[in-house]
């Protein structure tokens, strides 16, 4: 069976298995960098929950010979545990000041976003944009976040400046900066070292305390010259995905070279996704600037 007749085969069993009591719609919906992802929208009539299931985990069970039956039994298990804790309350999502506290400020390609930013608060920054977005997981749901469109302005009754103070505030006092050595962490997720461990000793990881949606630490006020004076010299910028970046000091490295390694590790071994820029950025301790590294 091919993905396409999976997907109407596996919408059926799940109508079928919820003898009716449930809306079940296939739907197609965009991620970051215009990723388009395959979903199953299960809604009970007249509730406000419609948990969105996506279905590239569930087919890829499937090629491993796991039959149609359970896995609507899994997406219907995956629905009732939503409907009993739900990530986010409606009332919670209706009302600003309860949403709120749950607001934080993440970094987004500019340019492989661009149709997406008409329909969302943000502010330009390099080749990147910030965007606003809130956090799902009070309820145990591992790292789910909303993205904020200018409807939940309009919803809230705010402005976008109002969003991005709250916005900023949050993520300043909550995302607190993680900076490691990367020899520490090449056990966790080797995916960006450029040599050996011992040409590793002076490249550096920077994200949050949550290592999610971590990139815009480099944005933070004064977190660009607070580097530069650690290092005591020029350094790089990697935007290695939009969770983290790579330091490294400008000493020893050539950009070309490093802007060529960015671009084959965005090609070839980050999910589309999940890709934050394919330029590498300089800061210069004299001038106080970090900006995008001229080839």
Not at 102 to 128: G, M, Q, T
Not at 178 to 206: C, H, M, N, T
Request: charged share 30%.
């Amino acid at each position: 069976m091919n993905y396409e007749k999976f997907r109407e085969v596996l919408a059926e069993e799940v109508r079928r298995q919820s003898e009716g009591k449930l809306q079940v719609r296939l739907n197609t919906l965009t991620k970051n960098n215009g990723v388009a992802a395959d979903a199953l929208e299960v809604q009970e009539p007249g509730s406000h929950y419609v948990p969105v299931l996506y279905l590239d985990s569930f087919y890829e069970q499937y090629l491993r010979g796991v039959g149609i039956a359970h896995l609507a039994s899994l997406i219907l298990d995956c629905y009732e545990e939503f409907r009993r804790r739900p990530p986010l309350r409606p009332e919670q999502l209706e009302n600003y000041e309860k949403a709120a506290p749950s607001v934080f400020c993440k970094v987004i390609n500019y340019e492989r976003n661009r149709r997406l930013l008409e329909a969302v608060p943000h502010e330009r920054w390099l080749d990147l944009a910030v965007v606003y977005y809130c956090q799902l997981d009070f309820q145990g749901t591992e790292n789910a976040t909303l993205l904020l469109h200018n409807s939940h302005l309009k919803l809230w009754g705010i402005s976008r400046e109002q969003l991005r103070e709250r916005a900023w505030a949050n993520t300043l006092e909550q995302l607190t900066p993680l900076w490691q050595d990367l020899k520490e962490v090449l056990g966790e997720d080797d995916r960006f070292a450029p040599g050996e461990p011992e040409e590793l000793a002076s490249i550096y990881l920077l994200t949050n305390i949550r290592k999610c949606l971590g990139a815009i630490c480099i944005h933070y006020p004064r977190m660009a010259e607070q580097i530069g004076e650690k290092l005591q010299s020029d350094y790089y910028v990697l935007p290695s995905s939009v969770h983290e970046c790579l330091i490294l000091p400008a000493r020893g490295y050539d950009g070309r070279q490093l802007k060529e390694m960015v671009k084959e590790i965005n090609d070839t071994r980050l999910p589309p996704q999940e890709i934050l820029s394919d330029q590498v950025y300089y800061y210069d301790r004299n001038l106080r600037r970090l900006g995008i590294r001229e080839a």
